[in-house]
């Protein structure tokens, strides 16, 4: 990871060297999840609520979040997706 060790070295010569144990990559595989799901979910569904779709049902918000999620994936602009 040649860019992460620049940018280490960056940090480093802002904020001076590190004056307690040295941190190690989390081991990420066991990670729960959850709360990043739900963090999705609210984002989801504020973007829904911002385009006038509130109280949707759980298919209709479902089918919005696949849809939006389709879209940007690939790159395209969503801000005026019609459901």
């Known amino acids: ?4 060790h620049e ?3 960056a940090f480093e010569a802002w904020a ?4 307690g144990c040295p941190l ?8 729960d999840i959850t ?3 739900k ?5 989801i569904k504020a ?9 949707l049902s759980r298919e209709t918000f479902l089918s919005y979040a696949a849809n939006g999620l389709e879209l940007v994936s ?9 459901h």
């Open 1 to 4: 990871m040649p860019l992460l």
């Open 24 to 31: 190690e990559p989390l081991n990420l595989a066991d990670a």
């Open 39 to 43: 963090q999705a979910y609210g984002v």
């Open 47 to 55: 973007a829904a609520e911002y385009q006038g779709k509130k109280n």
């Open 16 to 19: 001076g060297g590190p004056t």
């Open 7 to 9: 940018v280490q070295k």
């Open 74 to 82: 690939h790159g395209r602009n969503n801000t005026r997706q019609k």
């Open 35 to 37: 709360q990043l799901l």
